[in-house]
């Protein structure tokens, strides 16, 4: 069965910065691409990026251009979403996702969030 | 960027009614819109994608509509289990947005 496994809980400080990892299992890796989406407490969804599992390719939200790297490792079938500059409006709880192959490519399969809180 | 409204922005409603939730992108999307459930701790779950095509699993009494800018969600008959947000979110082009959500309640 398809699973996306996410690193646990991180709080972080102020300027550092974090990495959440998102190991996939049951499907071949490389098939699907990998989206990230945050969730600030008690808020909606925000698309944060996305990331080919073939070639490495990335589209990043404008709003994080820049502090932001999606990466994949197709060794061991796992995403990386590494966020640097941390404020306290990124605390949010950090998804990855699965692309379905098929327009318009819904999000079929989800990790479990990984909550990040950026506090001094 | 396309910006995704739903409305309404909360909706409260008792088991067995019809629920409707509608979205609207800011410029026509052709029928590249997919609904979310999210309950409280959870990640969301697809329900319906391509704006009409119920997920594997997902109970029949949702079904999805619209095409171009308009769209909606409806729940024939609301079940305990329903009481959650629903999101819809555009597959059309980058950045992948998504609406503001809307919380169905128990009345």
């Known amino acids: 069965q398809v699973q996306l496994v996410q690193s646990g809980a991180e709080v972080k400080k102020p300027g550092a910065s974090v990495k959440v990892s998102c190991k996939a299992s049951g499907y071949t890796f490389s098939n699907n691409g990998i989206t990230w989406v945050r969730q600030a407490p008690g808020q909606g969804l925000e698309w944060m990026g996305w990331i080919s599992t073939y070639n490495g390719a990335t589209v990043y939200a404008q709003t994080l251009q820049g502090r932001v790297t999606m990466t994949t490792d197709t060794s061991t079938s796992t995403a990386y979403m590494e966020l640097r500059s941390l404020r306290s409006d990124d605390t949010a709880v950090y998804y990855c996702?699965?692309?379905?192959?098929?327009?318009?490519?819904?999000?079929?399969?989800w990790g479990q969030g990984a909550l990040v809180t950026v506090s001094s | 960027d396309i910006h995704m409204t739903q409305s309404p922005s909360s909706l409260s409603a008792s088991v067995g009614d019809r629920v409707t939730i509608t979205c609207r992108a800011s410029q026509s999307i052709s029928t590249s819109l997919n609904w979310y459930q999210q309950k409280p701790g959870k990640a969301p779950k697809l329900l319906i994608y391509a704006a009409s095509s119920l997920q594997s699993g997902v109970p029949s009494r949702f079904s999805g509509s619209g095409s171009g800018t308009d769209f909606t969600l409806t729940i024939s008959s609301l079940q305990p289990e329903d009481f959650a947000t629903y999101y819809c979110?555009?597959?059309?082009?980058?950045?992948?947005?998504f609406g503001q959500g809307t919380p169905v309640e128990i009345k």
């Open positions: 996702a699965r692309d379905s192959t098929s327009s318009p490519w819904p999000y079929d399969y």
């Open positions: 979110q555009q597959g059309f082009n980058t950045p992948r947005t």
